[in-house]
T-cell receptor, first 114, second 111 residues
């Protein structure tokens, strides 16, 4: 089946620094990818829809200047958490759409901001 | 999400027992997904339901979508320790795969 990878799987960064998370569709092209975040013992919350070649669409309450999304190619979307703070510590998961019928989730990236 | 309610929040069952998890939407669904997640890991796709009254099975897990397409139930028969984890329902309201997730149900299976 289709595979979506995320890199890194875990990252620890200092408060005030920026960190980039990559989401790749390994064996298919994805014009649309989604980014979710998940706090401990909570469900996934959709942050934004990433469309190849255009600006991302952010959900209400998600700061677009804080969470920069770049979908520069059909197999890669990146989420950059800028000026990270401890409250940004979370599990970030991406998903990629294959065609118009299948959605595949990445394994997630655990971000810890110290 | 207030649009999607999942119950129960957590469930402890004895191995071999059956169980049901419910997911109720405040509005009509285009599609409903069921996923399983182990702590700190990604999502494992279980099944997708789109048609009113549809029922699908995956090994010992069966899910149904009601006729009005606003409620789904996930049923596990003869639960095993391998079934333990968090079960998430996800709602697609537009057909664009933008998924709104329920709060999740944490399932514990006692051997």
């Amino acid at each position: 089946g289709a595979v979506v990878s995320q890199h890194p799987s875990r990252v620890i960064c200092k408060s005030g620094t920026s960190v980039k998370i990559e989401c790749r569709s390994l064996d298919f092209q994805a014009t649309t990818m989604f980014w979710y975040r998940q706090f401990p013992k909570q469900s996934l919350m959709l942050m934004a829809t990433s469309n190849e070649g255009s600006k991302a669409t952010y959900e209400q309450g998600v700061e677009k200047d804080k969470f920069l999304i770049n979908h520069a190619s059909l197999t890669l979307s990146t989420l950059t958490v800028t000026s990270a703070h401890p409250e940004d510590s979370s599990f970030y998961i991406c998903s990629a759409l294959q065609g118009a019928s299948e959605q595949y989730f990445g394994p997630g990236t655990r971000l810890t901001v110290t | 999400s207030q649009e999607l309610e999942q119950s129960p929040q957590s469930l402890i069952v004895q191995e071999g027992k059956n169980l049901t998890i419910n997911c109720t939407s405040s509005k009509t669904l285009y599609g409903l997904y069921w996923y399983k997640q182990k702590y700190g890991e990604g999502l494992i796709f279980l099944m997708m339901l789109q048609k009113g009254g549809e029922e699908k099975s995956h090994e010992k897990i069966t899910a149904k979508l009601d006729e009005k397409k606003q409620q789904s139930s996930l049923h596990i028969t003869a639960s095993q320790p391998s079934h333990a984890g968090t079960y998430l329902c996800g709602a697609d309201y537009t057909g664009g795969f933008k998924t709104i997730f329920g709060a999740g149900t944490r399932l514990f299976v006692k051997a």
